[in-house]
C-alpha cells in the first residue's frame, strides 16, 4: 500500500513536500516515483529514485525546482517542490516498482499506486 500526502494550496512561488509511506512488502522494492495528472491531460512523470543506490530521474522541466529523496528505514519517499507555477497543479501519485525497473520514466514500470495527493497553485 502507498499512503500519499502533503497536497495542498501555495501560492506561486511557494513549496510543497510531498510523502509517500510505502507498507507491506516493501522488501523487494525497486524504485518509486512520482507522476502527475492535470485536468484533462494525461498522467507524466515527475521524479523518481533507484531504492538501491539512490540514483534519481527527473523531468528536465521540473529538474532544479523539484527534488526526490527517499528514507529506506521509513520506506518514504519525499517530493521537495519549489519554485511552484501555476502550471504545476495536478493529482500527484506516487508509484512502487518491484524488483527490477528497466525505465524508470515509464508508468507501466510501475505496479503499485497511491491515492494520489491534489497540488493546486495559485496565481
Known amino acids: 500500500q502507498l499512503q500519499a500526502s502533503g497536497g495542498g494550496l501555495v501560492q506561486a512561488g511557494g513549496s510543497l513536500r510531498l510523502s509517500c509511506e510505502a507498507s507491506g512488502r516493501t522488501f523487494s522494492i525497486s524504485a518509486m516515483g512520482w507522476f502527475r495528472q492535470a485536468p484533462g491531460k494525461e498522467r507524466e512523470f515527475v521524479a523518481a529514485v533507484s531504492w538501491s543506490d539512490g540514483r534519481t530521474y527527473y523531468t528536465d522541466s521540473m529538474k532544479g525546482r523539484f527534488t526526490i529523496s527517499k528514507d529506506n528505514a521509513k520506506n518514504t519517499l519525499y517530493l521537495q517542490m519549489n519554485s511552484l507555477k501555476p502550471e504545476d497543479t495536478a493529482i500527484y501519485y506516487c508509484?512502487?516498482?518491484?524488483?527490477?525497473?528497466?525505465?524508470?520514466?515509464?508508468?507501466?514500470?510501475?505496479?503499485?499506486w497511491g491515492q494520489g495527493t491534489q497540488v493546486t497553485v495559485s496565481s
Open positions: 508509484a512502487l516498482s518491484r524488483y527490477y525497473t528497466r525505465d524508470y520514466y515509464a508508468a507501466e514500470q510501475y505496479a503499485y
